[in-house]
Structure formats: C-alpha cells, structure tokens
C-alpha cells in the first residue's frame, strides 16, 4: 500500500450472500410475503379463523402455507450458503503482491514503475487483504482480483487483453493498454 490509507477505502472482500444468521427468518419472510400467491395463501388462513367464514379446521387451512414457506425457506438458505462458500474460496486465493522494501510510503510514492517493480519483495496475499495502492503481479490466464489499473504488460505494445465475462457477460477480448 503506497498512502497508508486503506481505511479510507472498501475491503477487496467478496460478500454475495443475502442472509446473516440474524436476519435470515424476517428478512427471508419479508421476501415471500412480497409474492402474491403467498398473500393470498395468507388472507384465507386468516379469513378461515373467523367464525362466521370457517370453512373446514382453523390449522388445516395453514399447512400449504407453512408447508410452501418452509421449503422455499430451506431452499434459499442452501443457496445463501453455497454462495457464503463460493465467496470463501474466492477471498482465500492468493495473488502475488510487490511491496516496496522501505516502509516509509513517501519513499515508495517518490519511485517509478520499473524501479519499484525491480526493488520490490513479492508476497502471496489473500485476495481480501489485497489493499488500494498495492502493486500486484497478473500473469497469463489469470482472473484480475480487483479492479486494477494495468502499469506493464508483457504484450506487443504493452497490450493486454481481458475477458470481462464474469462481470457483463460479454465473451469477447477487450484490449487494454498500459499506462
């Protein structure tokens, strides 16, 4: 990290689940309860505890209600947990990190590209703890573990080409210079 500052920025960590393990029961019923069929579902168990409208047992007219909110809720509790596991495996890959071997961050900002690539130490750092300002090592076929800013390339004319796929769906090669 070249300013020091990383607590004014966002971690580099991945966090695609909807749930904690707090909030999964309201927040999960608040989803299905937005779904019409679950309203409906809703209203004609209540208006079956009303005396004048029963039509057939108070509790019988709760169970496809209860029965569908159970599976949906176990349903997305597997998908929030296969996406909390996905999101792990994604946060502990290692990236190769170059470091500046002084501390001091004015005398890394004070160097140029090529003499703080030559100086530097490599690290392998996890894709979370990577920080703004870090210089990290891409090589050929590699995913990018964060939006970076392309400083060299081994390319014909410092070019680099990204695929973008996994962000826009897109499967042509975009090319990019360096800077």
């Not at 060299?152 to 360096?178: F, I, W």
């Amino acid at each position: 990290n070249v300013d020091g500052d990383s607590d004014w920025f966002a971690p580099n960590s991945v966090s695609t689940t909807k749930y904690t393990w707090y909030n999964f029961v309201p927040l999960n019923l608040w989803e299905q309860f937005h779904r019409a069929a679950n309203v409906y579902f809703l209203g004609l168990a209540i208006l079956n505890w009303v005396p004048q409208l029963n039509v057939f047992g108070k509790e019988a007219s709760m169970f496809p209600l209860l029965f569908v909110l159970a599976v949906t809720m176990v349903k997305d509790g597997i998908e929030d947990l296969r996406r909390a596991r996905s999101d792990r495996q994604t946060n502990e890959r290692l990236a190769t990190v170059l470091r500046p071997p002084s501390d001091d961050p004015h005398t890394a900002a004070a160097m140029s590209n090529s003499s703080i690539a030559s100086a530097s130490t490599s690290s392998s750092v996890l894709w979370q703890d990577i920080q703004v300002g870090d210089v990290v090592r891409v090589d050929r076929d590699c995913e990018a573990p964060a939006d970076m800013l392309l400083l060299e390339s081994s390319g014909a004319g410092s070019a680099c080409y990204v695929s973008t796929m996994n962000l826009d769906g897109e499967t042509n090669l975009k090319v990019r210079q360096a800077v």
